[in-house]
């Protein structure tokens, strides 16, 4: 198997700094920003041309990511879904095969690890998708059941097209059977070809899976069928933007992995994060419910809410106050929604605050304005639907545009 | 008459102004009807097809000036809208060259540095100017004008809050301020640039919608009025709304009926009811009447008063304002369907400023002598266009791979001068197919080949915005934006309020302070008088840093 970190040639020498995945060729000669992020180790767009625009194509046309770079585990074998089982905090016997879903796992705390997406392939089939290196635990959660965990990181490679005309870029490229997806679905269309309907963007989307050396093929494919559609290349940056809108929590920003921070306290639970209704207790046991059961009856010591925020400035890293005065957390994603309109963010709230009490509470947002700082404190209202919908979303078959 | 015929309020016009001002009241409670003489509601801000496939956005085609406030307030992104920003523009000349105004910034200073080097930190100066001036005025917006004259409390409080803003300015920015409101486009641009087409991409601004030349005092505010709006807090940056400018129209109305308000189309306001000086309803074209103790028009003050109002309900002299308020037709348009993509042979393949606002006018001197001709009854014959084709953006208006282009152009008379005579009689089929020909034929200085590509063509001229739209004489901003009727003075001196003589009757359009473009923000200054005056303490949109 090709695993595109390392020469085969010179078996000794791993390349130091970033690296680049199959397409990076491609981006560097469509790039005009020269912007460039490091994605797990890999050279990635952080800004292709320009965020506004990359950002708005996601919205209102579609957008190619190259998602390579994400951490994939493939867990095979007759107890695939019995260990998966024990290590999610979802129940997975109900994710029939054909389908993805998301999910969380915890440490014996209940402290979130990572999230990531797992895709069943069949009965005993499955693939892990999610931002940390997650090879060892995996390893350590199969101890003694009859599985077998191979790292797919470097071997397959994946792009995300995503925003409403993305199906029909699809059927242009000879992938119209991909129409019959409903959200979370994931089908072979063609040998080496798996594709889902899934993403990071809450918007009508897809995710076309294949091995490392076939990708450079695949994004061709894609990007011939560009011209009607207003199809972009993207950066992560417009990623970002719209999870925020969809609601979505990143790793390293709206909490931290538990097994990544050094000081103590700084882990999270799925229910602290707002994401109870992927614990199942009913299941039987997996790591984490003894600590999550005792939670769910003693409440969480934080919440991590959507909040809608006065004016228009963002308000990233922003404070929040209970009556202006009480410091009782802070944004920990904020930006101003072209979509939306709304100046939206998701924050940190210590409880009760963000869960019985929403009310008067203020942002503190700081505002650069050309070298004199100018401090604001506006109302914050928590919200419970995410920021950005709409049913083009989960149309099916899904939508021309 | 039966109760069901009786409401809190009724708006005569479902333009977007009428719209927003229905969308305020009916949230506060009030039991409103919106009644609209076409079969369809939006004013000038609508998406019609007209050939099957492709949809146009008939009359205003861009959007900026919509205030951001308005529309989080309304929260029209939960009704549909979304407004995507385009990139840049160009401006080409007929002797295969073109300047391009880049959304880069640095590929917009090489490219100014390709015409002119010097002209290269004049732009940043420009900018920087434009900008302070927009961030005077923004704030003014949605505020209503504060009379001068009058010594009410609200009047004086408001003057204090501009003397405040000024003072802020300091001494020379001040004089800075009143120069930019009353000089023209072609003296502030030729007072910064010295390139001719440089001046010309940039004049265009300052005369769109007007009857007035690049060197027409007054112009020079124009320019800022196309310059104040925003998109995400972008200052000047401009963009289509999805599925085209009914967008905006069709949230508002939804939005508006999710409030519990109702709209009758087909039928428009015949007569405005007065009993006493006071309003009592409106009788519509159809014979119906429905009665309301606030009445609102939509339509511009001209054509609200002289039109629908009895004479012997106002006072004479300010029916002799309105007869004197300046309100000319100058612009015409045309809505193209295309097989394909033109060919824009002096551009480089696929460029990105192909996707914004492209023109073929050269020079202020150019743009100066197709005024000429406007104000001698016949439209230009070189004239000055502002294109765009939305759907190389959004996705909705055309089939794929086809394209729509829209073409508003430059000057076209309301009254067409024909064997002497000027008059709006003289917009047979005949010249309105002449008109579109010249049109045609400068639009080729861009595209040569661009009459092989039409599948179908609307021709609009001012004649034909009067009559759909029912703006008097097609001019798009409900009256020219000339200082003389702008702030305390418009619509006329004493009725900034947007009150009148008739108690409990409104003028909620354009015609009203801060004036035209798809802003929303009469409609919405109106609303709040409205409500203030009853008592109701709702809060309408304030601008919000």
């Excluded at chain 1, 409880?351 to 700082?373: C, H, I, M, S």
């Excluded at chain 2, 929260?75 to 840049?88: A, M, R």
């Amino acid at each position: 198997m090709m695993d595109g970190r390392i020469e085969t040639r010179d078996v000794a020498a791993v390349p130091v700094g970033l690296i680049e995945t199959p397409v990076f060729s491609r981006l560097d000669q469509i790039s005009t920003a020269k912007q460039w992020g490091n994605w797990a180790g890999y050279i990635s767009p952080l800004v292709l041309d320009t965020m506004e625009f990359e950002y708005f194509a996601i919205r209102n046309q579609s957008t190619l990511l190259d998602v390579s770079p994400m951490h994939k585990y493939r867990v095979t074998g007759p107890d695939a879904e019995t260990m998966l089982n024990r290590m999610v905090t979802r129940d997975l016997r109900k994710v029939a095969p054909g389908r993805v879903a998301y999910a969380m796992w915890c440490d014996e705390e209940g402290m979130v690890i990572d999230d990531g997406t797992l895709f069943r392939f069949a009965e005993n089939d499955f693939r892990l998708c999610c931002q940390e290196s997650m090879h060892g635990w995996l390893l350590d959660a199969a101890w003694g059941f009859d599985v077998e965990v191979i790292d797919e990181s470097h071997s397959v490679a994946g792009l995300s097209l995503q925003g409403p005309t993305s199906f029909s870029v699809l059927q242009a490229a000879g992938l119209g059977a991909a129409g019959s997806l409903k959200p979370f679905d994931l089908v072979k269309l063609e040998p080496d070809l798996w594709v889902s309907r899934t993403g990071f963007t809450g918007d009508l989307g897809y995710e076309l899976w294949v091995p490392w050396d076939r990708l450079t093929k695949l994004w061709d494919r894609l990007w011939a069928q560009r011209a009607p559609w207003g199809m972009r290349a993207i950066g992560t940056h417009a990623l970002d933007m719209v999870r925020i809108e969809a609601g979505f929590v990143a790793a390293k920003v709206d909490f931290q992995p538990v097994l990544t921070a050094s000081r103590l306290g700084r882990g999270r639970t799925p229910i602290e994060l707002g994401f109870e209704r992927l614990v199942h207790f009913d299941k039987g046991h997996f790591n984490g419910r003894r600590a999550l059961l005792k939670q769910r009856d003693t409440g969480p010591r934080y919440n991590l809410v959507r909040l809608d925020i006065g004016g228009f400035k963002p308000a990233q890293d922003a404070l929040i106050y209970h009556r202006k005065r009480r410091e009782v957390g802070h944004v920990t994603s904020g930006i101003w929604s072209p979509t939306a309109k709304r100046n939206i963010a998701l924050a940190e709230l210590r409880a009760p605050f963000g869960g019985e009490k929403t009310d008067d509470l203020w942002a503190e947002v700081y505002v650069n304005e050309e070298g004199r700082w100018d401090k604001r404190l506006v109302p914050v209202t928590v919200q419970t639907k995410p920021f950005f919908r709409n049913d083009r979303a989960r149309a099916t078959p899904p939508r021309a545009f | 008459m039966g109760q069901h015929d009786r409401y809190d309020a009724i708006i005569a016009g479902a333009g977007h102004n009428g719209l927003t001002t229905a969308c305020y009241l009916a949230r506060a409670g009030l039991k409103v009807l919106v009644v609209e003489k076409n079969d369809w509601i939006g004013g000038a801000a609508v998406s019609r097809s007209l050939h099957e496939g492709w949809t146009y956005s008939n009359c205003s085609y861009v959007c900026s000036l919509l205030r951001r406030e308005i529309v989080r307030d309304l929260d029209l992104p939960k009704f549909g809208l979304q407004v995507i920003p385009y990139e840049g523009g160009a401006t080409f000349t007929a002797n295969g060259d073109y300047f391009a105004y880049h959304s880069d910034h640095d590929a917009l200073r090489r490219e100014i540095a390709r015409h002119e080097p010097r002209d290269v930190d004049a732009y940043d100066r420009f900018s920087q100017t434009v900008i302070r001036q927009c961030r005077f005025i923004r704030p003014f917006l949605l505020r209503s004008a504060p009379d001068p004259t009058s010594f009410k409390i609200n009047d004086l409080q408001e003057l204090l809050y501009l003397v405040k803003r000024a003072h802020g300015l300091g001494p020379r920015e001040l004089a800075e301020t009143l120069r930019f409101w009353t000089m023209s486009i072609g003296d502030f641009l030729d007072e910064h640039f010295e390139n001719d087409l440089i001046k010309a991409h940039l004049a265009g601004s300052g005369i769109i919608g007007t009857g007035l030349g690049v060197y027409s005092p007054g112009t020079a505010y124009v320019l800022l009025h196309h310059y104040m709006g925003d998109v995400d807090g972008a200052i000047g940056a401009w963009g289509f709304a999805r599925g085209g400018m009914g967008a905006i129209s069709k949230a508002l109305g939804d939005c508006f009926e999710a409030a519990g308000g109702t709209i009758f189309t087909g039928s428009g306001v015949e007569r405005f009811l007065v009993e006493g000086g006071k309003i009592i309803g409106v009788a519509l074209d159809n014979g119906d009447e429905y009665r309301a103790p606030i009445v609102a028009s939509n339509m511009d003050v001209k054509r609200t008063f002289l039109e629908h109002t009895d004479a012997k309900d106002l006072p004479e002299d300010f029916t002799r304002a309105v007869k004197r308020f300046k309100i000319r037709g100058s612009s015409g348009k045309l809505n193209i369907a295309l097989d394909a993509l033109p060919d824009f042979p002096a551009a480089p393949k696929g460029a990105n400023f192909l996707r914004g606002d492209l023109h073929a006018s050269e020079s202020l001197a150019e743009l100066e002598r197709a005024y000429d001709d406007w104000k001698e009854g016949r439209w230009s014959a070189n004239p000055y266009f502002d294109m765009l084709i939305p759907s190389q953006i959004d996705p909705t208006m055309a089939p794929p791979g086809k394209h729509m282009m829209t073409v508003f152009v430059q000057y076209a008379p309301y009254a067409l001068e024909k064997d002497g005579v000027c008059s709006g009689e003289n917009w047979t089929e005949e010249a309105k197919k002449a008109f579109a020909e010249t049109v045609f034929d400068k639009i080729e200085q861009v595209c040569p080949d661009i009459r092989s590509k039409v599948v179908h063509a609307e021709i609009r001229t001012p004649r034909d915005i009067e009559r759909e739209v029912g703006l008097t004489e097609g001019n798009i901003f409900q009256g020219e934006l000339t200082f003389d009727q702008l702030l305390f003075n418009r619509p006329v001196p004493g009725y900034a309020n947007y009150a009148t003589p008739i108690e409990g009757m409104y003028l909620v359009g354009s015609s009203a302070h801060p004036g035209g473009g798809v802003m929303a923000a009469p409609g919405a200054n109106a609303a709040r008088e409205i409500l203030k005056k009853l008592g109701k303490g709702a809060a309408v949109a304030a601008e919000a840093a």
